[in-house]
């Protein structure tokens, strides 16, 4: 196997935590998506949407993470990442389409906050290059958007807006069961930990008070094995650590763009 993907990519680490999950190996190809790697000819022949991951397993090429993981769990079952009985991985796809849904909202508020002091930084037509570059003209608009005005620009309320609503589901689900959809880590849970991650980078610490049973979840999914292989030991600690700073720092402007 062979997986393109970026260390800090919300979707490359959820493909990632299956990977280690299930104890399968791959070589690493890492995309700098800061550079534009993504848009490299020979990386949008492999996958046309421009985005990580994208996983290769002998001369088959898989991309969209959640159908990765979907693929990898039926090609490598044991151990098994989703429940036995019909209903349970009906569950469990509901969790995991309910998290590709806010994905594009995680976006938001990653480059209205963690991502934008250094764009701001680099010359104004590099940044308008990668903007440029990216396929979908509403993405390419949102990036602009949210690079020019930050926590001020109008789609930043309604992506942490999205966040409380799905942070709140998740409270509720995991106050019947230590995971998701059950006793037992599944996709769903692979799916939603970088996200509750990014949060937590971003400083963004309004997301996760008062909901004691998610916050028990995360330390609980942090604990495991496969936490420290597949996200941890991938995360550069600079751009953590620049992500954690770039969020304290518009703390007082995030609380002024969600108010009411």
Not at 8 to 20: D, G
Not at 95 to 107: M, R
Not at 156 to 170: C, E, N, R, S, T
Request: aromatic share 8%; with cysteine; glycine share 6%.
């Amino acid at each position: 196997m062979k997986l393109y993907h970026a260390p800090i990519s919300t979707c490359s680490q959820k493909v990632r935590m299956v990977l280690a999950e299930k104890g399968l190996t791959y070589e690493n190809a890492f995309i700098d998506l800061m550079a534009g790697d993504q848009f490299a000819p020979e990386y949008v022949a492999k996958n046309p949407a421009a985005v990580v991951p994208t996983l290769e397993d002998g001369d088959r090429v898989f991309i969209e993470s959640t159908l990765i993981n979907e693929y990898l769990e039926d090609a490598y079952p044991e151990p098994a990442l989703a429940p036995a009985d019909a209903a349970g991985k009906h569950a469990m796809r509901l969790w995991t389409k309910k998290i590709d849904e806010l994905h594009p909202f995680c976006g938001i508020q990653t480059f209205a906050i963690g991502a934008r002091p250094g764009m701001l930084a680099r010359p104004a037509e590099e940044v308008d290059a990668l903007i440029n570059a990216i396929p979908d003209p509403v993405r390419r608009g949102v990036r602009r958007s949210v690079i020019d005005h930050g926590v001020a620009a109008p789609e930043f309320a309604g992506a942490y807006q999205a966040h409380v609503k799905l942070f709140d589901l998740a409270d509720q689900a995991l106050a019947k069961h230590p995971y998701l959809v059950g006793d037992a880590f599944t996709l769903a849970d692979a799916a939603f930990l970088p996200y509750v991650l990014r949060v937590d980078h971003l400083s963004l610490t309004g997301l996760l008070e008062g909901r004691a049973n998610l916050v028990a979840w995360y330390e609980r999914v942090q604990a495991r094995p496969s936490f420290e292989t597949a996200v941890a030991g991938f995360l550069p600690e600079p751009a953590v650590a620049a992500f954690r700073k770039a969020g304290q720092a518009v703390a007082d402007e995030v609380a002024k763009a969600v108010a009411g």
